[in-house]
């Protein structure tokens, strides 16, 4: 099976569409959604159909680029004769669709990074024709998807270079192709060895509540023939004592200026269990995903999500009682303090991370 058979986020334009997996359905049915208007796409991000930082991040960019589409049409209805008029009322326009879709998911920093670039583009062109800036909105959101596969495959290398034949790599929720557009982030080195021979023994965590280890990460990585393992959230410290771990790689949502990452709920205990056993511990990020406004991990906003996606939501039948409060955070942080390093595509960062982060991205 070809890594590059997945299409995980593409724009149709024919369509007027932004084209996604639904990855709610995987692993067993895999369905293409053609999502034509803002409230599809808003649904879409908040229902994790389309999930995984740099993946909503080349999704905002498709998607607020149809959306600059549909104004400008209804613009050309108006047929406004002042070019200012129509740029002003263009870039309200434009940034409140913008705002619209950036309160889909508050955690993943690539969702407001894809549209601020997008943003710049439409101040960048002030005063122009609308219809002029459209090109400039498409050739952007594309750069967004072609940048985010490069960056991958750097993260991959990099990764690489801190591994060996056949050693046992653990990894937790789904920072792979599917949340990205190609390799992932954590699971890059893992396409990149497996394709030079490397035989790495890989094993998944599930991930509750929403199994993404599980239905996503176990999939992608298996039906390229990997060697992949899964086991619940609560086998990873049991799993770590058997000696079977030599390193563990996730992906983030979002990574404070100190080096603090959030990512998906359950990767600070993994982080914690990894440094209890001497086990490196590496988060991988693509610099679109580094805040640089936000000091520490203290001010990073966490998803809560449904309670029935904990008591019902992916069972035949309710496994909770009814009305049962529930505690149900999307994400929580990791402290810099217990990552070994931040792998990012233009290198590997140690501590101190305020420096090495600020010296390897902000170039
Ligand atoms: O809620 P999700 O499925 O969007 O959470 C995804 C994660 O936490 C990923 O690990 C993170 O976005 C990195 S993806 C390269």
Not at 43 to 62: E, M, N, T
Not at 67 to 73: L, M, N, R, V
Not at 196 to 205: A, H, K, Q, T
Not at 214 to 243: F, H, I, P, Q, Y
């Amino acid at each position: 099976m070809d890594i590059n058979d997945l299409e995980v986020v593409d724009l149709d334009e024919k369509d007027g569409a932004l084209v996604i997996i639904d990855q709610t359905k995987l692993p067993g049915v895999t369905e293409y959604l053609h999502l034509h208007t803002q409230k599809e796409i808003w649904d879409a991000i908040k229902k994790l159909q389309v999930r995984g930082a740099p993946a909503i991040g080349v999704a905002a960019g498709f998607g607020i680029y149809l959306a600059a589409c549909d104004i400008c049409e209804g613009l050309h209805a108006k047929n406004m004769a002042d070019k200012n008029e129509a740029y002003d009322e263009f870039a309200s326009d434009f940034f409140n669709a913008s705002d619209y879709l950036n309160s889909s998911r508050p955690t993943a920093v690539n969702l407001s990074w894809a549209l601020k670039r997008m943003g710049k583009v439409v101040s960048d062109h002030k005063g122009e024709a609308p219809a002029s800036i459209l090109p400039h909105l498409k050739e952007e959101s594309y750069a967004i998807k072609a940048e985010d596969q490069a960056t991958n495959k750097a993260i991959g290398e990099h990764a690489l270079s801190l591994l060996k034949p056949h050693m046992g790599l653990l990894t937790h929720c789904n920072a792979g192709l599917l949340a990205t557009t190609k390799y992932g982030t954590a699971t890059a080195a893992m396409y990149l060895g497996h394709e030079r021979g490397y035989g790495f023994r890989i094993y998944c965590d599930e991930t509750r509540p929403l199994l993404q280890g599980a239905r996503l990460t176990a999939w992608e990585l298996s039906r390229v023939g990997m060697d992949v393992t899964l086991l619940c959230d609560n086998m990873a410290n049991s799993l770590m004592k058997s000696g079977k771990i030599d390193a563990v790689f996730t992906g983030c949502d979002r990574v404070a200026a100190n080096g603090d990452s959030a990512n998906k709920i359950g990767t600070s205990y993994v982080a914690l269990a990894a440094k209890r056993h001497g086990i490196p511990f590496y988060i991988c990020a693509p610099s679109s995903t580094i805040d640089f406004d936000m000091p520490d991990g203290d001010a990073i906003v966490i998803e809560q999500r449904d309670p029935d996606e904990v008591t019902e939501a992916w069972y035949k039948n309710r496994m909770a009682p009814e009305n049962i409060k529930v505690y149900n955070p999307a994400f929580d942080v990791t402290p810099a303090s217990d990552i070994t390093a931040i792998i990012t595509e233009n290198g590997i960062a140690r501590e101190p991370f305020t420096e090495s982060l600020k010296e390897l991205c902000c170039r």
